[in-house]
C-alpha cells in the first residue's frame, strides 16, 4: 500500500532543466523526511536532496547545489525535484525516498521506502 512513484525524467540537452515529481501514497509526505537519490551506472546511490519532515530545511549534494531544488506539495501528498542547468554528469535514475526520521540521511541504506526510479539522460 506504501508507494513511491516517480515521473518526469527523460531525455534533455546540456544546460537544459527537468522537473521530477514523486507521488506518494499509502501515507503523508510531511510525516517522513522525504528525498531524491541517483544512481549512474556502474556506481552507487549518491543522495541528491532531501527535505526534513520537521522543520522543511532542504540539504543539497554539493555537486548539485545551486542548481537543483526541492519541495514539497502536502495538499498533493507529492514532492518534486526542479533540475536546472544540467549536465552529463547528472545522467542516472534518479529515486524518490522516504524515511522515518526528522532529519536527512545521505545513505540510501537508511531510507525506509523508494520507488522504481525514473532515468535521466543528459546528451547532446
Known amino acids: 500500500q506504501l508507494q513511491l512513484v516517480e515521473s518526469g525524467g527523460g531525455l534533455v540537452q546540456p544546460g537544459g532543466s527537468l522537473r521530477l515529481s514523486c507521488a506518494v501514497s499509502?501515507?503523508?509526505?510531511?510525516?517522513?523526511?522525504m528525498g531524491w537519490f541517483r544512481q549512474a551506472p556502474g556506481k552507487e546511490h549518491e543522495g541528491v536532496s532531501c527535505?526534513?519532515?520537521?522543520?522543511?530545511?532542504?540539504y543539497y549534494a554539493d555537486s548539485v547545489k545551486g542548481r537543483f531544488t526541492i519541495s514539497r506539495d502536502n495538499t498533493k501528498n507529492t514532492v518534486s525535484l526542479q533540475m536546472n542547468n544540467l549536465g552529463p554528469e547528472d545522467t542516472a535514475v534518479y529515486y524518490c525516498?522516504?524515511?522515518?526520521?526528522?532529519?536527512?540521511?545521505?545513505?540510501?541504506?537508511?531510507?525506509?521506502?523508494w520507488g522504481d526510479g525514473t532515468p535521466v539522460t543528459v546528451s547532446s
Open positions: 525516498t522516504a524515511i522515518m526520521a526528522t532529519k536527512c540521511s545521505s545513505s540510501y541504506s537508511d531510507m525506509d521506502y
Open positions: 499509502g501515507f503523508s509526505p510531511e510525516s517522513y523526511t
Open positions: 527535505i526534513s519532515s520537521y522543520d522543511g530545511n532542504t
